[in-house]
């Protein structure tokens, strides 16, 4: 299957343990990625949560389709307050697959986040994925700073 990897490294003002407490909790990504609009089915088992997340798009403005997707996300602690990580992967209809990484580490204004995407789709997909990947992962950046940032 064609893959890509796409990423992008952004400062917050929170402290990782903050920026990791949210990106950790699956109804957070609610608005985070401006594609996903629900969050349900959430089960948890030690550090692993499985959920199901649904994706709406627009075409043409008016025409509406909800991707079901189904998620694996494992938060990884072990390195704060320095450093941590939540990683996982999304299985989507289409066999659409991406495996994402938010390597969270201490920085002197707060923390450093590198999110870190790497797409596998059939022929013809990449483009319109990476795509649609590339913009979540921007807005994903701009909403979580708005959420947790700290006047300076």
Sequence with gaps: MPSTELKHTFQITAPPEEVFAHLAEPSHYVGLSPLLVAVRDVRRSGGTVHYTAVERFRFLGVLRHDNI????????????????????????????????????????????????????????????????????????????????????
């Design 69 to 152: 997707i189904d998620v694996t996300l494992v938060a990884a602690p072990d390195g704060l307050p320095q450093s941590a990580e939540i990683s996982g992967e999304v299985r989507s209809p289409g066999r659409v697959r991406m495996s994402y990484r938010f390597a969270i580490d201490r920085d002197e204004a707060g923390s450093v986040v590198t999110d870190t995407l790497h797409l596998r789709t059939p022929p013809g997909l990449l483009r319109f994925a990476a795509s649609q990947a590339g913009a979540v992962q921007q807005a994903r950046a701009r909403v979580l700073t708005a959420r947790l940032e700290r006047p300076a």
